[in-house]
């Protein structure tokens, strides 16, 4: 179990420009949540580890650990949304529930909802 969480925080550790990087994915908030809804297998073998842009509307933002920005955007299920988190020293600015955006990160897997991190905003 320490194995598996030391990798998972190197792995959060890497210095990309997701503003750079072209998406392996591009698709909506809902869409995403279904798939893994449907099949959560399939979807990590598919989603994990790869840049994923995401469109969709924010329910919530929320302060995460060491100054990152949780911001969640809704899906059709009252259970799980689309978590996307954003490293402590990115501006995101501007940003606001009900507001429909656009965001670039790492899908990372499902705990009851999606999670991408070292988000960037694409647009808003």
Do not use: W
Request: net charge negative.
């Amino acid at each position: 179990m320490a194995g598996i969480i030391t990798g998972i925080h190197f792995y959060n550790l890497r210095s990309k420009n997701l503003l750079k990087e072209k998406p392996d994915f591009t698709i909506t908030a809902e869409e995403l949540q279904k798939e893994f809804e449907s099949d959560e297998n399939a979807s990590t073998i598919k989603f994990v580890n790869k840049i994923v842009e995401v469109t969709g509307v924010i329910s919530s933002i929320d302060k995460g650990e060491k100054g990152a920005l949780n911001v969640a955007l809704k899906t059709e299920s009252s259970l799980s949304s689309v978590i996307c988190t954003f490293p402590g020293n990115t501006v995101t600015s501007g940003l606001m529930a009900g507001q429909t955006v656009t965001l670039r990160g790492e899908c990372s897997g499902f705990l009851m909802d999606v999670l991408l991190n070292n988000c960037v905003l694409i647009s808003k």
